[in-house]
């Protein structure tokens, strides 16, 4: 897919559902992050905001891809979805039954691999309106054998919402990587365009060189 076209999707989406092209129903949570490996940041516990979402948007607790979001302390995002050998999409039935990756790799300090986090606790429907009931939530972070944090979901914040942005919100050594980053960096940017068109009223922005 051309990045134009990319864009002009994930605006097209986003506008149509008043609000995220992907991953739009879901539930922001608070916790902890436990930092053993500095790659992430300052060793130690850390207070941190995270997300539990359905990529499709699917109904009540139909099994979808799965997303788990977490914004480190430096204001760097991490998103991961449910997958199979941690690179193909894949729709599960509950948050906690299997494990989470970047999709693309990572790059980690001079490594570059991908994230996996592995869910830790009770089964928890793939419905976020039912997370409140299934916390706390733990989650361990790795990136090949290397462990990297535990992180612990204990309070939903219903009502409030935050957008995470792994191309934007990232730093020289902690950010994604691949030939897919440059299509999620568009689909990305037409999200944002979309919603905030949708929430404004205004006409999405004109892709460049097209007249508006």
């Excluded at 992430?40 to 499709?56: F, I, Q, W, Y």
């Excluded at 999409?89 to 001079?110: D, E, H, M, V």
């Amino acid at each position: 897919m051309r990045t134009s076209t990319a864009r002009a999707a994930g605006r097209l989406v986003a506008a149509l559902r008043h609000g995220r092209a992907l991953h739009p129903r879901g539930m922001l949570l608070a916790g902890t992050i436990q930092i053993e490996n500095p790659v992430l940041g300052e060793r130690g516990e850390h207070e941190v905001l995270a997300r539990l979402s359905k990529g499709l948007s699917l109904p009540g607790r139909l099994p979808d891809v799965l997303g788990l979001a977490v914004r480190l302390p430096d204001g760097v995002d991490l998103l991961l979805s449910t997958g199979l050998f941690g690179r193909v999409p894949f729709p599960r039935r509950s948050f906690t039954s299997g494990p989470y990756s970047s999709l693309t790799s990572y790059r980690c300090g001079t490594r570059v691999r991908p994230l996996v986090a592995r869910p830790e606790g009770p089964w928890a429907p793939a419905d976020p309106a039912l997370l409140p009931r299934a916390l706390p939530l733990v989650f361990h972070l790795w990136t090949g054998t290397r462990y990297l944090a535990r992180l612990l979901l204990r309070e939903a914040l219903p009502g409030r919402d935050l957008t995470f942005d792994p191309v934007l919100n990232s730093r020289p050594d902690l950010h994604p990587v691949g030939r897919l980053q440059r299509l999620r960096r568009d689909v990305y940017a037409g999200s944002r365009e979309g919603r905030d068109a949708a929430l404004t009223g205004r006409p999405t922005p004109a892709e460049p060189g097209r007249p508006s």
